[in-house]
């Protein structure tokens, strides 16, 4: 887990989970929890670990049109 930075971002929380992707644990039901953090600017972890991920499912999954 990264150590607690000093200005407030916003994560983002696993599907079904009280984590977010970069592991920081989320304290507040996701509903109300995106309605607090809405303006604040978005985790740097929490994206490059959706990317990683995203990357990874890229050539498994086909997309159906």
């Given at each position: 887990?990264?150590?607690?930075?000093?200005?407030?971002?916003?994560?983002?929380?696993?599907?079904?989970?009280?984590?977010s992707?970069?592991g920081?644990?989320?304290?507040?039901?996701?509903?109300?929890?995106?309605?607090l953090?809405?303006?604040?600017?978005?985790?740097?972890?929490?994206?490059?670990?959706?990317?990683?991920v995203?990357?990874?499912?890229?050539?498994?999954?086909?997309?159906?049109?």
């Amino acid at each position: 887990m990264p150590p607690q930075s000093g200005s407030p971002v916003r994560h983002r929380v696993r599907p079904l989970n009280v984590f977010s992707f970069c592991g920081e644990p989320i304290a507040v039901p996701r509903g109300e929890y995106h309605l607090l953090t809405r303006d604040l600017p978005p985790c740097p972890e929490c994206q490059r670990a959706c990317d990683k991920v995203a990357l990874e499912l890229s050539g498994k999954y086909r997309r159906l049109m």
